[in-house]
């Protein structure tokens, strides 16, 4: 199995709407994508709350299969709709893929 973990920060005000709102449409988009493509586990998406710390607005934890199942996440035109909005509004992205044992 894979786990596949994005973090994001947003800017304050992109594509005409602020960073809450933002984050709402992403989180909203991502959380869509649950069951999208076969061999997708586990999805989760997480906005932090303000009373923990925390360096990232945004956090996707997905589990896959394979990395065949990865891989069709990751082109699929759902997938890429999302992640181009989420370009457009973001300031930073981290990523890690590994295996579980």
């Not at 947003?10 to 992403?26: I, M, Q, S, V, Y």
């Not at 906005?47 to 990751?74: G, I, Q, R």
Request: net charge negative; with cysteine.
């Amino acid at each position: 199995m894979i786990r596949h973990i994005v973090m994001w920060q947003f800017a304050p005000e992109a594509a005409g709407a602020d960073r809450a709102d933002n984050l709402e449409r992403a989180r909203a988009g991502l959380a869509a994508l649950d069951g999208l493509v076969p061999g997708l586990r586990r999805l989760e998406v997480v906005v932090p709350t303000d009373d923990l710390e925390h360096t990232h607005d945004l956090l996707l934890v997905a589990d896959f299969d394979s990395p065949a199942s990865l891989a069709a996440y990751a082109e699929h035109p759902r997938h890429l709709k999302v992640a181009a909005f989420i370009g457009q509004v973001r300031t930073s992205r981290a990523c890690i893929d590994h295996h579980l044992d």
